[in-house]
């Protein structure tokens, strides 16, 4: 048995059963993190000696304790923007070089009372602004499917391990489509739960009222395991929300005859690739040949979504990125007086994207502009809101194409951050809203993976996941390239 | 005496920072305490670590609200953080969490009066926040300009605290006092602060401006002196004094003021310009995303209303009613533990007045020499009240229970035990008395005559003479009476 | 355009970040770009519309004030750069280098 077929739940139950030692699962995952890595360079740091520490751990454990672990022996990815004691963490900027945090993000100590082995750290673009990744400080990362392409970003890394076979599931986090991007860039399942679903304590902030953490995996299936697991409320975290957590699994293939999919004309048409719309309608129509009902909608403040984000998200990115100081942690310039610390500490460390969102943010934040950019947009996020508020009157679900195009070539757009920023168009609104969206793959064009989106309302992951189960159950995907790679 | 701006109105405002007595500081479950070694009370949250999240302490808001209540506020059911953004090295995050334009405590007020307990005026409280301490900054060298750096201490950053803003209804150092006064009086009562000034609890800025008479605009268009860290009453007092004439004295030269930031030397009593207007704030506010909008029930505001203590305007009228002077009820509700003390003493011995006296001379008097306040106070105010009742039985004479009283004070005796082991208790019983007296009369026909022809002042030697017999014991009423008794009666033949 | 170099200054003094005159330029355009595009946002009505400040509308939960242990000074300064007597070191501190100032 090659256990890198193995999903999830196959594997954590052979593993708990007895029937596969932890030990093996990290073994033959660290093999594979040593084949794909040249070509993909999806981790920033392996953590071979830890997953083999808490690989012997529980191999050694009474069958009482493992039984208890639902991840017992999953092989698991984290991107580099979320924290865990004593490894170091640098949200993929020099600023953090070095650092390593004294304390745990929540999911990940929620992973490993569940069982899970977390492999490494993943590269992202830094402190998650960008949707290629090429915006890490370290290196880039190299799309699974076809090594000339980008693997979508920010939650680069972990979708493209995940794609690689280099991770069997991986935690990512999304601000305005950063799970859900690279996850249909690199043919896996990415999920953005509800703004509250999972605690935030740990992430390193982006802009803190979009952010969410959720699960990238092969798999509808591994992606609902994995919320069961990083979902509920923390009380270190105001912001999460206690409401029950569905046995999400559980009710993965419970049918959902008659679900209305509401499809919204803004998100098809103009800007986006024929070739990607074309394999996103063909899939709805999968969905409608076996019973779904597609009902045309509109969400008529769309058009304004991207600039409402990108005047949102870097003021609250400009407030968040104040405490890279040089005094507590992380790198700091000579100096020799205060100001000249701040400042050249915060310009050696921040990379170019992340300097031009500060300087944007702070400007829509300052005196004087505060209304008209600021404040406006967050009016505009309210019409935002309320557009699905309506919509999900008449839909149990909207879908839309994840991302306007296929992945692109590496280094076609890092120099046009404006051009960079309209590929988020499909994404952000979800995140606006704080609405849950999964994104599944829905068909293969030129080789290359699309996602569709499917987006619901707060508290439906339950069903999101359903309705992606159906997708996927209609899709034909191609063998992973870790496959291809291995025939 | 207060500084004058001859044609002009003196226009201050304060803004009071007290940092709230709570177990944990405001966002984290470090301890809120004070005097710690350096940088031994922090976690991620308080360090501003990449990722943490700050959740709220309810312990915080009660004690907020509370004050907001006591001064008369109105609490938002609906109040919100937000972040004030500036670079310091004591703000660990960049930001401080605050609260800009829903505060919660607004439209307040608080009456003041002078040192002689008469009413002033009444300040209205604009509005009342709760946010986050900073840390502390301890320079290496004399002066900040001349250290060559600083070393951060993050023990206080994320303690609590609540910006109390007053209107601009103040206009002279004195009432400012006054103000500051009856501000640490009512939260003193509330218990929510240790209002050590000196140790920073609280802390004081003062806005200062003069108003032309006639002045037709909005205060807002005046130029505006903020004077920032007052550390006590008097440097608030004399600060502000010094700056109502330093601008009036400007202004005579037809100099302007400007808008600015000063400091203010203790020795020198001096205020200094830190930052003028060009270097002015854009602090950025944004509503804080990581703490939703703080909801409170009406029925817990109204919950919080009622529990509240007696206050000291309402403690003031009760022991102006109970008889006691302005200016001594003045000093028994400046501090809640005499006023406590007092109640307790006073239900014990049934009069307000004689324990108001006692206090106030002698038990103040002892308590000050040994540094110590009523809530310690060595006689318990039952044995106040019980000393004062063996004065109205003529047990003790006021001059014997002043020493009893510093017995009791020294050994923590009650009344009882003290006057045992003295054995000072005094002699009223006529029938010995008389003799004593009879003894003093026939011992003295010379001095008994002078005092029949008339000279009063004789009858004095004799009291000192019945009380020498009497080791001081003898009730002086009762000698004096029967004195002048016996010696208006005839001269009887000795030995009939 | 509206956004110029001066004001590339401003909000990089306000923002702590040294930027370099060639960073400057390029900063302009990139940053007017897009405050030119969010200019669309001008064609909507929003007079009476509340603005969504937060995530999800939901209430705060509030903390017990109980004490959780602290960490030791040492653990507290183990990623400083600069540390002297338990305590975290900054160079010495300019007037105008105080809380917020903001202009060049």
Redesign the interface.
Known sequence: MNLLELGAAALAAAVREGEVSARQAVEAYIQQVQASEPTVGAYLRLDEAGAREQAERIDQASWEERRRWPLAGVPVAVKDNIVMEGMETTAGSKILSGWVPPYSATVVERLVAAGAIILGKTNLDEFAMGSSTEFSAYHPTYNPWDPGRVPGGSSGGSAAAVAAGSALVALGSDTGGSIRQPAAYCGVVGLKPTYGRVSRYGLIAFASSLDQIGPLARTVEDAALLLEVLAGVDAKDATSVDEPVPPYRQHLDQPLPGLRIGVPAEYFGEGIDPVVQRTVEAALQRLAAGGAQLVPISLPHTPYAIATYYLIAPAEASSNLARYDGIRFGLRQPASDLTQLYESTRAAGFGVEVKRRILLGTHVLSAGYYDAYYLRAEKVRTLIRQDFEQAFAHVDVVATPTTPDLPFPLGSRSDDPLRMYLSDVCTVTSNLAGLPAISVPCGWAEGLPVGLQLIGPAFSEDLLLRAARMVEAVTERPRWPWQREEA | MAAKAVGYDVIIGLEVHVELK???KLF????NRFGA????????VC???????????????AKAARAGLALGCTVREIS?FD?K?????D?????QISQYDQPLCEHGQLAIYDGRGNYVKTVRIRRIHLEEDAGK???LGQR??D????????NRAGVPLIEIVSEPDLSSGEEARWYLNALRTVLSYLDISDLRMEEGSMRCDANVSLRPHGWAGSLGDLPRVEIKNLNSLRNVERAIDYEVERQATRLAQGLKIELETRGFDDVSGRTYS??SK???????Y??E???????LEAAQIAAWAKALPPLPDRVREELKAAGLEAKDAEILVQDPSAVAYFRAAWEAYGKAVPVANWMLSDLARLLNAAKRGYGDAPVPPAELAALLTQIDRGVLSGRMAKEVLEAMFERGESAEAAIRRLGVSQISDEGRIRQEVEAVIGEHAKVVEDFRAGKEKALAFLVGQVMKRTRGQANPEVVNRLLRELLSEPVRPSGS | MGFTVRDVRHVARLARLAVSEKEAERLVSDLNAVLTYAEQLNALTTDSVLPTFHGLGRAMPLREDAVHPSFSPERALSQAPQVKDAMFVVPRILEGDGEGGAEE
């Open positions: 709570t177990r944990t984290c479950g470090c301890e070694p350096p940088n031994s009370l922090t976690c991620p360090l501003g670590l990449p990722g943490v999240l700050p959740v709220l302490n309810q312990e915080a808001v919100k972040r953004q500036y670079f310091y090295p703000l660990p995050k960049g930001y900054l301890n320079h900040l300009s250290a060559a750096g600083s070393l951060v201490d993050l830190q930052r060009e270097e002015a704030h854009d602090y950025r944004f509503p995303p990581d703490l939703p909008p703080l909801r």
